[in-house]
């Protein structure tokens, strides 16, 4: 047990449905991923929260739209999607970010989503 | 630009044999480097890391090897078993803000039996 859950976890939607996805994480830490797995390509990181604050957003479209109410929490909401935008969405959590240390980041079981 | 990438994208060997999974980075200021496992339904998973200092690490029945000079890395995993098979990841982390990630491609293991 990871200690990360994520739901649902499949999601099948419309190009024009409106859908959140949900990541808890129950180990105290101080910051959160998002990170898009594709098929045969490398984990794309998405977006980083540290403390409920967004620190990185790596050029995400804004059809993706995150939000972090509390460090245990973060959502990523969805709208106007694409086909391409099927994915394996996984999410993260990490003691915290910043330059003086690495921390270990534990993933979650990712949500497969499909967008038709 | 900075990239991380795996030579092979798959590897089969015969359950009770040693694996090898190598990776090639080209970021040379990547200071720690992070091995994943992901198995099929569930999100990558901590194996081993090493630090750009270190040429060696050994864990429970994995080790890293480190060579900075051609910027490679490698997971050996001993007497491998079927829980083994899986996708394998390298990662790196440049030195700098924000500590984040960047994957390679993966490499998926089979275990024959």
């Known amino acids: 047990e990871t200690g990360v859950t994520q739901t649902p976890r499949h999601l099948v939607m419309g190009m024009t449905n409106k859908k959140s996805l949900k990541c808890e994480q129950h180990?105290?830490?101080?910051?959160m991923y998002w990170y898009k797995q594709s098929a045969k390509k490398p984990l794309e990181l998405m977006f980083v929260?540290?403390?409920?604050?967004?620190?990185e957003n790596n050029s995400v479209p804004s059809r993706f739209s995150p939000e972090c109410p509390n460090s245990s929490h973060l959502f990523l909401h969805l709208h106007t999607l694409q086909p391409e935008d099927s994915a394996l969405y996984l999410c993260?959590?990490?003691?915290?970010?910043?330059?003086?240390?690495?921390?270990?980041?534990?993933f979650g079981p990712g949500t497969r989503l499909t967008v038709l | 630009g900075e990239s991380v990438g795996l030579h092979l994208p798959t590897l089969s060997v015969q359950e009770g044999d040693n694996s090898i999974i190598n990776c090639a980075y080209s970021?040379?200021?990547?200071?720690?480097f992070i091995w994943y496992k992901q198995e099929s339904g569930k999100g990558p998973q901590f194996i081993i890391d090493?630090?750009?200092?270190?040429d060696k690490r050994q864990g429970q029945r994995v080790t890293v090897l480190l060579n900075k000079t051609v910027k490679h890395l490698s997971l050996q995993i001993a007497a491998t078993q079927p829980g083994d098979s899986a996708v394998y990841f390298c990662?790196?982390?440049?030195?700098?803000?924000?500590?984040?990630?960047?994957f390679g491609s993966g490499t998926q293991l089979t275990v024959l039996p």
């Open positions: 180990l105290g830490h101080n910051a």
């Open positions: 990662a790196e982390i440049s030195s700098g803000s924000a500590r984040q990630l960047t």
């Open positions: 929260y540290s403390l409920e604050e967004r620190v």
């Open positions: 970021n040379s200021a990547s200071d720690y």
């Open positions: 993260a959590s990490s003691q915290d970010t910043g330059p003086s240390s690495y921390n270990e980041q534990f």
């Open positions: 090493i630090r750009s200092n270190m």
